[in-house]
């Protein structure tokens, strides 16, 4: 069965109507999703792991009223049944293996009652996966993230709302590309830059062509998962 072309926002919206509420996001890199959830009249938390890593965040926040805080997965500098919601966007598999428990646990103390975690991960196919595996192969650490999830009710977190969509990724070249990569990880520009022939290559024969010069489009299939606290 073909997945629903649509956006991680958008399928986030549907299922978890973050509109009015307090929502934690839990590793919020360059801050895209906090500014699309103050849009809607969240009230937001971005958390990152240091003010390196929240700077462009900060710098093109806008005045959203959105806060911007450090801290880990592991350890959300939030008071206990602080938040409605916790987002991990594909997030939750840089959190270390051995931590992932910890780091749903976390999710969950925030929560008030009646609260949600929503995680978003990227599957381990489509043309997006098979061009971000000759800087990282993600495999392991996406399928830990799997298994935390699936063993969520360890930590008090029931899944109760899964679904899995296309995400159509638009690429203005390759050092827009590039720039995306590093986000998530400063670290890999020693290898991106090492191996960036290859990688060029690819971004040219695994990506649609789009609209201007070097522009191409990528699928990555996502799966979106909703857990609420246990009774």
Not at 84 to 89: E, G, S, T, W
Not at 146 to 160: F, P, S, W, Y
Request: aromatic letters at 6%; glycine letters at 8%.
């Amino acid at each position: 069965m073909a997945r629903e072309r649509t956006t991680d926002f958008a399928t986030l919206e549907r299922l978890v109507a973050p509109a009015g509420k307090d929502v934690v996001d839990i590793g919020c890199g360059p801050g895209a999703l906090v500014r699309e959830l103050t849009d809607v009249g969240a009230r937001v938390v971005g958390v990152e792991i240091s003010d390196a890593q929240l700077a462009p965040a900060r710098a093109q926040d806008g005045g959203s009223g959105a806060r911007y805080i450090i801290g880990s997965a592991q350890r959300l500098p939030l008071p206990d049944g602080s938040m409605d919601l916790a987002v991990f966007m594909r997030t939750l598999h840089h959190v270390p293996a051995p931590d992932l428990n910890l780091g749903l646990a976390e999710a969950r103390r925030v929560l008030r009652p009646g609260g949600s975690v929503y995680v978003a991960e990227p599957l381990p196919e489509g043309s997006y996966f098979d061009l971000t595996s000759l800087v990282e192969d993600e495999r392991e650490v996406r399928a830990a993230a799997q298994q935390a999830l699936a063993h969520a009710d360890r930590v008090g977190l029931e899944r109760a709302v899964a679904v899995e969509y296309d995400l159509h990724l638009r690429m203005r070249d390759l050092a827009a590309f590039r720039a995306r990569t590093l986000s998530a990880d400063p670290d890999r520009a020693e290898v991106f830059d090492a191996r960036e022939p290859e990688i060029a290559e690819a971004f040219q024969r695994l990506g649609e062509p789009g609209e201007t010069p070097g522009e191409r489009w990528f699928v990555q299939p996502m799966r979106a998962e909703v857990l609420r606290a246990s009774a």
